[in-house]
């Protein structure tokens, strides 16, 4: 079985300040592990994953998320935000198969 | 180069009524999955389907829901007599070669059911 946990339902950051959210995960075999945005009315977009390669992964529009089989976490990072990363984020699980399964989500608000 | 339709957006339904989802998944692809998101909860997977073909249906309730993914049209994924629970955020997502992880799924915006 798998599963996520994302910590914190909402994150508010000011303009150009690092973008923090957290996601730690349970899995009974070597995950794959997803970053989705979800930008109002519309579907998930994939920001990036970790497929067993390079632990740091780097993904578009400037974010990264580095996997830490240690602490079972996979936090993602943006050193500057933009309001146009104001979205819902979602960390995705998946024992190498077509089920991901998601995270509650974290929304994220912008302050000029 | 459209990604993947869903339709309807918002859907309202009182008790007892049918509901159905239709997703058209992105060119080329012949694999599509159905999410359920509750409030307050991330999504769940509920059926991997191919064309003319369930795959995987292992997260869909015992009874009231189907899905299909017939050689022509949208994938629909149908409930019958809604009840207040079945209120949700519903997305498709789809992908172009067999389930895997390699293979990213590309998500539709989803679709709203509202049951009064």
């Known amino acids: 079985a798998q599963s996520v946990t994302q910590l914190g339902s909402h994150v508010s950051v000011s303009e150009g300040a690092l973008v923090l959210l957290r996601c730690n995960y349970s899995s009974s075999v070597p995950p794959y592990l997803f970053w989705y945005v979800q930008y109002p009315n519309q579907g998930l977009q994939l920001l990036l994953k970790?497929?067993?390669?390079?632990?740091l992964v780097k993904g578009i529009n400037g974010f990264e998320a580095e996997f830490k089989k240690s602490e079972t976490s996979f936090h993602l990072t943006k050193p500057s935000a933009h309001m146009s990363d104001a979205a819902e984020y979602f960390c995705?699980?998946?024992?190498?198969?077509?089920?991901?399964?998601f995270g509650a989500g974290t929304t994220v608000t912008v302050r000029a | 180069n459209a990604g993947v339709m869903q339709n309807p957006r918002h859907l309202v339904r009182r008790r007892g009524q049918e509901a159905r989802l239709r997703c058209s998944p992105m060119?080329?692809?012949?694999?599509v999955y159905w999410y359920r998101q509750l409030p307050e909860e991330g999504l769940k997977f509920m059926v991997y389907?191919?064309?003319?073909?369930?795959?995987?249906e292992s997260g869909m309730p015992k009874e009231r829901f189907s899905a299909e993914f017939p050689k022509e049209g949208p994938s629909i994924l149908r409930i019958q007599q809604v009840v207040r629970g079945d209120s949700a955020a519903y997305f498709c997502?789809?992908?172009?070669?067999?389930?895997?992880?390699?293979?990213?799924?590309?998500f539709g915006p989803g679709t709203r059911l509202t049951v009064l």
């Open positions: 997502a789809s992908s172009t070669t067999s389930g895997s992880s390699y293979n990213e799924q590309f």
């Open positions: 970790y497929t067993s390669a390079a632990t």
């Open positions: 060119k080329g692809h012949s694999h």
């Open positions: 995705a699980v998946s024992s190498n198969d077509y089920k991901l399964s």
């Open positions: 389907l191919q064309k003319e073909n369930i795959i995987d």
